[in-house]
């Protein structure tokens, strides 16, 4: 894929993701997919992706940089939303609260086979 092509790609994917359409993940995302050096694959990214909008129902990934060298994606995710309980052990419980995900994403075959995320907790937590 060119960084153009790959850059696509991912919109399309976070397009995916914010629409919750995850009968469309797998066009997105390799059935062998890995998050954080786990394998997980297709129906456990989508479960953690499902118990994400569970515990923030206002949940956005809005990408704030992207960068791309094929095969690898760089982004920078911003979130501004409302979990209604507790998010990464901290008790939101309904406030709103801003953070962002610095996120590397490695691509076989035109989709998502690995995932490494870092979320801003601390950020998090001084909002609280």
Sequence with gaps: MTPDALREAYRLYIDCLNRQDWDSLGDF?????EYN???????????MLEGDFR???DLRFTIERLSAEPP?????????????GTLFAL??????????????????GGRV???????DKAAIAAQL
Aim: a positive charge; one cysteine or more; glycine letters at 8%.
């Design 113 to 119: 086979r690995k995932v490494w995320s870092i979320i």
């Design 72 to 84: 690898l994606i760089a982004s920078r995710l911003q979130f501004d939303c409302t979990p209604v």
């Design 29 to 33: 995302v390799d059935d062998a997919v």
């Design 91 to 108: 008790p939101v419980n309904g406030r709103r609260v801003r953070f962002a995900e610095n996120v590397f994403y490695e691509f076989a």
């Design 37 to 47: 050096g786990t394998t997980i694959g297709l129906s456990g990214y989508r479960a």
């Design 55 to 57: 515990a923030i129902p």
